[in-house]
Structures are given as structure tokens and as C-alpha cells.
């Protein structure tokens, strides 16, 4: 017989702290001081999880969103830096000593969401966006 546990594949979408968690953990391990091609690094992401479909628009919102955090964080320390040029848009991510921090702990928010939406839709208390 063949393997029941296929899975099938996911298409993230904005909000979504399960696709949330792999983009941070994506960006977290980009070369910090270096200006990196959005195209490329959503063509990268989906590289690295092959049973993901990430958009250049979900990626992007993740973005702003880190960079709100941070902002918050930090009170407004330009650390996570979106710019524009002939191919579209960048990203360059700062190296700073807080910055590793801020990703483990991003991450760790966006793995309690994802665990809470888990319990939520095990229990029965809720029920999944795409039902």
C-alpha cells in the first residue's frame, strides 16, 4: 500500500503564524549587512520548503511586520531595511548585537501562535480559516 501521510502542499497566506514561523526562521539566517534581492530570497525560500508556496506579497508582509516589531522594540532603530531598485524590491537586514535575539524571539511567538491555533482547532474551539 502506499504511505498514507502524504501532505499536501501549502500555500501561505499573510497572517498566517505557520508560514510566519518559516519566513523568520528563513530571514534569520540571511547575510546580515548585505542587500538581498526580494525575488531572490522568496525564490530561495521556496526552495527550502518544498511543500510551501510563498508569494513575494506574503514574504513582504512579514517584513513590514518585523520591521514594526523591531521598531517597537527598539524605538525605531532602522535595523530591517526595504529599499527598491531596478529589479524590485530589497532587503537588508543590519547586524546588530540584539538582532539574533529578536529573531529567536519572534520565532518563539509566531511557534506559540502556531501551537495555540493547533490547540484551538484539536479541542474543537475553533475552526480552520481555509473550512
Do not use: Y
Not at 4 to 24: C, H, I, S
Not at 47 to 54: C, E, H, I, T, Y
Not at 55 to 64: D, G, H
Not at 71 to 83: C, M, N, T
Amino acid at each position: 500500500m502506499p504511505d498514507p501521510n502524504v501532505n499536501p502542499p501549502q500555500v501561505a497566506r499573510v497572517r498566517d503564524p505557520f508560514a510566519a514561523l518559516r519566513v523568520v526562521h528563513f530571514l534569520s539566517r540571511l547575510r546580515r549587512n548585505e542587500r538581498h534581492q526580494l525575488l531572490d530570497v522568496v525564490a530561495a525560500l521556496n526552495a527550502a520548503f518544498l511543500d510551501w508556496s510563498f508569494s513575494q506579497k506574503v514574504v513582504l508582509a512579514e517584513i513590514v511586520q518585523l520591521q514594526a516589531n523591531w521598531g517597537i522594540s527598539f524605538h525605531g532603530d532602522d535595523r530591517i531595511v526595504l529599499d527598491r531598485n531596478e529589479r524590485g524590491h530589497t532587503l537588508l537586514i543590519v547586524d546588530s548585537t540584539k538582532m539574533s535575539s529578536f529573531f529567536v524571539a519572534e520565532a518563539r511567538r509566531l511557534a506559540d501562535a502556531c501551537d495555540e491555533e493547533l490547540r484551538r482547532f484539536t479541542l474543537g474551539d475553533g475552526v480552520s480559516p481555509d473550512n
